[in-house]
C-alpha cells in the first residue's frame, strides 16, 4: 500500500469518526480503497458507505454525503464526488501525485510487493495432466495461469508450493499401455491388434520405436519371457514425463512436488480416507456399491466412491489426495482444472467439508479451453485421434513470451481464442510486444540520455496531463497486484500493464524526454525509470521476457 493510499484511509476514517461516532473503532479500521473503472470516477473510490447501510438504517448515498462533509482540505485531494448507489471518489491533486513517484522511486524494488499473504501457506495443483500424451494448448494455458498466479502469490508474501499430481494409473494409463505394445509389435512385424480405446497419436510410435532400438523387447523374446503390460504401462508414462517435465522447464514453469497417484495408491492413505468418511456416518451402502453422502454439503447427488465390483471411481483417490493436502498445513488450496472438471467442484469440497476441513480454503479454478485460429479458421484438436496442436508447437512458432502472454489474456474462465498470427507479429499490434516495446524504448532512451540518473527535486515539474496519467496508473500497481492475488486472476496484472504501456507510448510521442533543460530531464528520466522497473516487475510475474533490445 503506498503513502498516499494510507494517508487517504485516515483521511476517511477520520471523518467517519466525527459523522458516526457511534461506528467501532474495528469498522473504521476497514476501510478499503478500490481502482475505479473508468477514469472519470476518480483516482480511488471507497464503498464505506454501502457498508453500513444497513446498520446505520440510512441510503449509502446520504451516509456518503454525511461523510464526505466531513473530510478535511488537504493538498492530497483535489475534488471528491458521491456517486450512485453510494460510492466517494477521490480526485488526486497534481501536487499529490508528484509526491507519489518520490515514495515510489524511494521503495525501489520493494514497489509492488504486498504482505497479505503474511507468510501463509498456499499449494497451487496445476496443469497435472495425464500422461498419456503431450501437453496440449489446453495444458499451456493452465501451465502460464498457475505459475503466474504462483509468482503473484509469492510476491504477496505467500509461502507458495506448487504441485503437479501425475495419474499414473488407471483405465487411460492401461489404454496407453496397450497402445504402445500394439504399435511396438507392428514394428517388430507381428501383428497386434489396436486397442479400441487407443492412443493414435505419433509420439505413440516414436515411444515404441524408442523401445525396439533399445532392444530390451527383443532380449525379452530371445529369453521367452514376455513383457508384461504394466512393463509397457510404466515405459510409456515415464517416456511422457520426460517430455512433460522438459516441456514445462522451457515454458518457464518449475514444480516443487511431483505427486505420483500410483504412490498415493500403495500408501494406504485411500483407505484411511474411506474410513475418515465412515467414521463420520458419511457413507452407505446401495446397490451393492458405497455411496458418500455429498448432498448434505450441497453437491447436488450422492456419489459412488467404491463400484459393485470393489473397484475405486475416480473421486475416491481425489478424496484421499485433499486430506493430504490438509494434513500438509495449507492455509490456501488452489486447483486449476479443464472445463470438463466443473461438475466436480462441489464434490470435491462436499467431502474436505464432510472431513472436517474448511471447505472455505479451497479454491477452484476452471481455465476455459483455448481455440488456435490459423489463418482465420480455427484449428481441429483431439488428443485420442492424433489430430492436436502440442504446447511445444506453440512454443517453436510463436516463442515462450507470447505463448504465456496470449494463454493469459483473457479471464481464467473465459473461453480464449488464441490468434497464431498476431501472436507472431512483430508489430504494436501484437499486445506482448506492445509491452515488451515500451521496456526497450525506455532502455533506448536512458541509455541516450547518457544514463542521466534520477533526480527526486525536479519531480514537481512533471505537470502534463501524459506525465500525470502516467504517475497515477503507477500508483495503482500495489492495488492491481493485490486484486489479482485476491482473485486469483492473473489477467488482472496483463491488462494494467498494457494501459501501463499505453500511457508511456503516448506519453513518448508527445513530449521529448531527454530535453536541453537538465533539471526537466532528469525529472523525465526519473518518471521513465519507474515505468520500466514496473514493467519488468509486472512481465517477470507474468513469466515474460522485459527485453532491452527489440
Known amino acids: 500500500m503506498i503513502k498516499i493510499e494510507i494517508d487517504l484511509i485516515n483521511i476517511i476514517k477520520k471523518a467517519l469518526k466525527e459523522t458516526f461516532p457511534e461506528i467501532s473503532d474495528k469498522v473504521a479500521d476497514n476501510i478499503l480503497l478500490e481502482i475505479p473503472k473508468e477514469k472519470k470516477f476518480g483516482d480511488f473510490s471507497a464503498n464505506i458507505a454501502m457498508k453500513l447501510s444497513r446498520d446505520l438504517r440510512k441510503s449509502p448515498l446520504d451516509i456518503a454525503a454525511s461523510i ?51 507468510g501463509k501457506k498456499a499449494q497451487i495443483e496445476f496443469v497435472s495432466a495425464n500422461p498419456t500424451g503431450p501437453l496440449t494448448v489446453a495444458h499451456g494455458r493452465q501451465a502460464a495461469i498457475g505459475d503466474s498466479l504462483a509468482r503473484i502469490l509469492k510476491f504477496c508474501g505467500y509461502n507458495v508450493v506448487r504441485e503437479y499430481y501425475i495419474n499414473d494409473e488407471g483405465v487411460q494409463v492401461q489404454a496407453l499401455g496397450k497402445s504402445v505394445k500394439a504399435r511396438l509389435m507392428e514394428t517388430l512385424g507381428k501383428e497386434s491388434e489396436f486397442p479400441e480405446n487407443g492412443y493414435k497419436g505419433g509420439y505413440i510410435y516414436e515411444i515404441a520405436k524408442k523401445l525396439k532400438d533399445s532392444g530390451v523387447a527383443e532380449q525379452a523374446q530371445a529369453s521367452s519371457a514376455p513383457l508384461s503390460e504394466n512393463f509397457f504401462m510404466e515405459y510409456a508414462v515415464k517416456e511422457i514425463m520426460q517430455t512433460i517435465i522438459k516441456d514445462l522447464e522451457d515454458f518457464g514453469v518449475h514444480f516443487d512436488i511431483w505427486y505420483s497417484q500410483k504412490a498415493l495408491a500403495r500408501s494406504g492413505k ?20 458405497t455411496w458418500f453422502r455429498s448432498t448434505e454439503f450441497g453437491d447436488d447427488k450422492d456419489r459412488v466412491i467404491i463400484k459393485s ?28 482444472w479443464g472445463p470438463d472438471h466443473h461438475g466436480y467442484i462441489n464434490r470435491i469440497k462436499a467431502a474436505c467439508q464432510a472431513m472436517g476441513y474448511d ?27 492424433g489430430e492436436f496442436i502440442t504446447l511445444r508447437e506453440v512454443m517453436d512458432e510463436v516463442g515462450k513470451d507470447a ?22 507479429a512483430q508489430t504494436l499490434d501484437n499486445p506482448v510486444y506492445y509491452i515488451q516495446y515500451a521496456h526497450a524504448r525506455i532502455s533506448s532512451i536512458i541509455e541516450f540520455s547518457k544514463n542521466a540518473q534520477p533526480n527526486l527535486d525536479n519531480l514537481a515539474l512533471l505537470d502534463k496531463e501524459q506525465e500525470i496519467n502516467l504517475i497515477k496508473t503507477l500508483m495503482h ?74
Not at 481455465?367 to 479458421?377: D, F, I, M, N, S
Not at 504465456?404 to 501472436?423: G, K, N, Q, W, Y
Not at 506519453?507 to 521513465?528: F, G, Q
Request: aromatic content about 10%; proline content about 3%.
Open 309 to 336: 465390483d470393489g473397484s475405486y471411481t475416480y473421486l475416491t483417490p481425489d478424496i484421499a489426495y485433499h486430506k493430504e493436502k490438509f494434513s500438509q498445513g495449507y492455509d490456501k488450496i488452489v486447483n486449476i
Open 270 to 289: 485411500v483407505e484411511k480416507g474411506i474410513e475418515s468418511l465412515r467414521e463420520k456416518g458419511f457413507l452407505y451402502e446401495q446397490d451393492s456399491a
Open 359 to 385: 471447505k472455505e480454503k479451497v479454491f477452484i479454478l476452471i481455465a476455459q479451453l483455448v481455440t488456435l485460429y490459423r489463418e482465420g479458421k480455427p484449428v481441429k484438436m483431439s488428443t485420442r485421434e
Open 477 to 550: 500497481y500495489p492495488k492491481i497486484i493485490e486484486a489479482a492475488a485476491a482473485n486469483l486472476e492473473p489477467s488482472i496484472l496483463l491488462s494494467y500493464l498494457q494501459d501501463l504501456a499505453g500511457f508511456f507510448h503516448s506519453y513518448y510521442n508527445a513530449y521529448r524526454i531527454v530535453t536541453d533543460d537538465k533539471p526537466l530531464t532528469e525529472a523525465r528520466i526519473s518518471l521513465v525509470h519507474t515505468v520500466k522497473k514496473v514493467l519488468a516487475s509486472g512481465l517477470d510475474l507474468l513469466g515474460v521476457t522485459a527485453l532491452e533490445k527489440m
Open 403 to 424: 505463448a504465456r502472454f496470449f494463454f493469459i489474456m483473457r479471464r481464467t474462465e473465459s473461453h480464449l481464442d488464441f490468434d497464431i498470427a498476431l501472436a507472431k
Open 68 to 118: 464526505v462533509k466531513h473530510v478535511e482540505k488537504s493538498d492530497i485531494i483535489h475534488d471528491i464526488k458521491v456517486e450512485k448507489p453510494g460510492f466517494i471518489n477521490f480526485y488526486i491533486s497534481s501536487k499529490a501525485v508528484a509526491g507519489s513517484l518520490k515514495d515510489i522511486i524511494k521503495e525501489d524494488a520493494a514497489f509492488g510487493r504486498s504482505s497479505i499473504g503474511n
